[in-house]
């Protein structure tokens, strides 16, 4: 398959450690094949910086196949990039133009501290996890699964809700750096399903707390993580969040 | 009750503020929009809508009691809501494109309700029975005046624009932030934010151009 090449003007944030301050620098990368990834024309650039006895550029990715969550940085103002439902390792080169200059950045939030230059610390998003996004029941042998019948459409639903990859896109786009949509999502995939039902108060209640705790800031309804989400996540989820926290703060047991 | 106050402090909770408030003010405008409506049927029928709204008495105090209730709560929690929103992102993006999410009116919200709330001002200190004597005068006569003058006229045209910007965002947001977002009626509650935002525009607006015109 023959590839065209472009050559691009990379502006990429580099910041050598957390508590270091950070800036802009230009690189010049020329020859890159439109058939590579973002992360592979990276790849390309750290090459040559490594080869040029410079500090390669720091990024995180894992799996490059858009399912992990572990890629994401903001490319001309856009987290992920400027195509829809798309991760960063899935964004190709065909999509910019030669020529082009690309703005590379972080996360932008509070509670996504820099550690080097394109890597966030990204485990605020953990600790909403293990505030209350898991189901407290001895698993043991896969139960039969006729026994808890789970409408088609719910479980559709849920499964909408549990593509959330943990990216942090939508809390990067948000103007408000807000983690409604993440924590929605999280919410939203075991409110939908009768396993999830009997810790749904509790774990509205103790997930919208520990978020807040974080330094996020609050939704103001931009609509912008949904558009940016490489998943797709619908904000109806965080119009769930919103029912399931009054229903638990309002007529649940919970304290 | 500290779990009441808890509840009210989180993210979600002042959001529920800013929603209900909200909702109320919406419903305010609609109530406020349809009574001065009476002006299309001459000063008589505006001034008797006047004078049947005062006689309400104390209903009409409770009505006021309560709009300037939510008036205060959707301030200071707009406020709180603000700074939070501020320090949330310490450093700013160097490019920051939108993905086609937020609006005009959902990026000026904090921005045109300090706007409104000026407007507010304005619009009491020049026609509240509580501060402009209604006794020599009537509402019709009073309007005219206000309206004549160039000053109030450009304020007050400004002033509905703003509304109506601030209702175009906050009119759907707030039906999703008390959870009401369903697939079947959520596209017609986005339009409905819309057509509202362009009804309170034109229906406000018209008002002093047909007191001038009565004039």
Request: charged share 15%; glycine share 8%; hydrophobic share 45%.
């Amino acid at each position: 398959m023959s590839s065209k090449s472009i050559n691009l003007t990379l502006k990429v944030w580099r910041q050598p450690g957390s508590k270091a301050a950070g800036r802009l620098e230009t690189y010049q990368a020329d020859n890159i094949p439109t058939d590579a990834s973002f992360l592979e024309m990276l790849d390309i650039v750290n090459q040559r910086l490594t080869l040029a006895g410079k500090e390669p550029i720091a990024f995180d990715h894992d799996c490059r196949e858009g399912i992990c969550g572990m890629c994401g940085t903001v490319v001309n103002g856009r987290p992920h990039g400027p195509e829809r439902e798309t991760t960063l390792c899935q964004l190709h080169m065909r999509h910019f133009k030669d020529g082009d200059t690309v703005v590379i950045e972080p996360y932008r939030a509070r509670a996504f501290p820099v550690i080097k230059d394109l890597v966030m610390d990204r485990s605020a998003l953990d600790q909403i996890i293990m505030a209350g996004g898991f189901i407290s029941v001895n698993t043991g042998q896969a139960a039969e699964a006729n026994s808890l019948p789970v409408p088609k459409d719910k479980a559709d639903l849920a499964m909408d809700a549990a593509a959330c990859i943990g990216c942090g896109a939508c809390i990067a786009a948000c103007p408000n750096a807000s983690a409604m949509l993440f924590t929605s999502a999280k919410i939203s995939q075991f409110a939908l399903l009768p396993q999830g039902r009997p810790e749904a108060a509790k774990r509205a209640l103790a997930m919208v707390a520990c978020m807040d705790g974080l330094g996020f800031g609050n939704c103001t309804n931009h609509k912008e993580c949904e558009m940016e989400c490489p998943k797709g996540i619908s904000i109806s989820n965080i119009a769930r969040l919103n029912r399931e926290f009054i229903k638990a703060a309002l007529v649940s047991q919970e304290k | 009750m500290t779990w009441l106050y808890r509840t009210l402090s989180t993210s979600v909770g002042k959001k529920q503020l800013m929603a209900i408030t909200g909702l109320l003010f919406l419903l305010f405008l609609c109530t406020h929009l349809l009574g001065n409506l009476s002006i299309y049927g001459g000063p008589t029928s505006f001034v008797s809508y006047a004078e049947h709204l005062h006689a309400l008495g104390n209903l009409l105090v409770a009505a006021e009691v309560i709009m300037a209730l939510a008036l205060i709560i959707h301030v200071i929690t707009a406020v709180v809501l603000f700074f939070e929103n501020r320090a949330a992102r310490p450093i700013a993006y160097n490019v920051d494109k939108s993905g086609g999410g937020r609006t005009f009116s959902s990026q000026t919200m904090p921005y045109t309700g300090l706007l409104i709330l000026g407007f507010i001002g304005v619009h009491l200190a020049t026609f509240s029975h509580h501060i402009v004597d209604q006794t020599t005068r009537n509402i019709f006569l009073i309007a005219t005046d206000v309206f004549s003058h160039k000053g109030y006229l450009a304020i007050y045209l400004l002033g509905v624009i703003i509304v109506a910007f601030h209702v175009r965002h906050g009119l759907w947001s707030a039906f999703q932030t008390v959870g009401a977002n369903h697939p079947k009626y959520m596209p017609f509650i986005q339009k409905l934010s819309i057509v509202f935002a362009v009804i309170v525009a034109l229906g406000f607006g018209s008002l002093p151009l047909v007191v001038l015109s009565l004039r």
